[in-house]
């Protein structure tokens, strides 16, 4: 069977790279892939963006499945074109996926639906959002409402940088252009809420409209720096399994957060169904909170998870998509799993492009480096993007894995590069 990946981070590789170890799997497409896919002999990069072109290619190459890596698509419709189509894809419709794509609508549904998340309030008009911000005072979060590739969030620890946060978003000249937002539809809004403090956690899930299966655990390291300082990125690290997440936090997480929202978007008329990301914030009693949702993978968390699942991920998905996932039972490797990301000069800001790499250790068992922003020009590979490499390795213990990731990147060059020293500090100070 052909299978087909949409995306070009490492999400997408490590997808892939898992998909093509399937038992019936006789080609992997990925679209429009990086240096990575390109390098591996049982990937092939396709290079087509567009989501009709995608759906005409699926069509002609008699693909099996399709499996979706970032948000854009989603919010630009894929998956209900692809099912126009009869065309077999995961992901979440459009109007599934606004459950990523609006926090407006996220916070509204979970208010509906009894889900626990921080108290919010959504505002159009400035004079209004900077009149609440006054009445709440700091540390508070603002949030664009749209789509911002990580960020449209800023958590403000003074009044001064909420207000200015708020004309950010709102402005009407800046039009959210200083944090490259994309509208949802009705201009400009921005989600104001209380500040939620606590251990994050990354919770994600299979759904297929009814049924749920969840996947390993994890835990990212979203800012830049050591310690989790500077800014924050789309993730510098992740490791599976998240200590934090101990049984009791799962139930919870579970009965109070993703099986309400599985059946309250089916009661809604918008059946979800796809990869289910839920954002937890753990506070010290073991309660979680909703952050955030995402309808997709995460990334870099895919990376250490795909090296934990011992079952074949086409078979799973294939389930998922015929609706019978609750004759699924996952297969994990007891392992721990970590990925350092090795991200460019510049990253997250002014990522610099077209870095030579070099020094890239031979994939192994229990050591893989997934390629994110590469990209091979004239046969060298290349910088391409921000986020460049993830070094996943396999270990007994979370410093097993991290010792093995670290050994595993010592030799990787490139110019500007940067990386946390300490990825899974939390899960070893557990
Ligand atoms: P989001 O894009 O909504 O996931 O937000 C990005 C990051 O901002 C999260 O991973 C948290 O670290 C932080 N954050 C978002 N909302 C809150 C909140 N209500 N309280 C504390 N931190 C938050
Ligand atoms: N690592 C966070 C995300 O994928 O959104």
Redesign the pocket.
Known sequence: MKVLVLGNGG?EHALAWKLAQGERVSQVFVAPGNGGTARDPLLKNIPITDVKALADFAEAEKIALAVVGPEAYLAAGVVDEFRARGLRIFGPTKAAAQLESSKAFAKDFMKRHGIPTAAYEVFSDPAAAHAYVDGQGAPIVIKADGLAA?KGVVVATSLEQAHEAIDWILAPDANGGKLGVVHNEGGARVVIEQFLSGEEA?FIVLCDGKNVVSLATSQ?H?RLLDGDEGPNT??MG?YSPAPVVTPNVHAKAMHEIIMPTIQGMARDGIPFTGFL?A?LMIDELGQPRTVEF?T??????TQPIMMRLKSDLLEVLLQATDGTLDQVELQWDRRVALGVVMAAHGYPLAPRKGDAITGLPADAEDAMVFHAGTAEVDGQLQTSGGRVLCVTALGESVRKAQQLAYDSLVNIQFEGKQFRRDIGHRAVKR
């Open positions: 999400r990580g990354s990212d979203k789309g993730g992740a990301y954002g995402n997709r993978m995460g990334d870099p968390e």
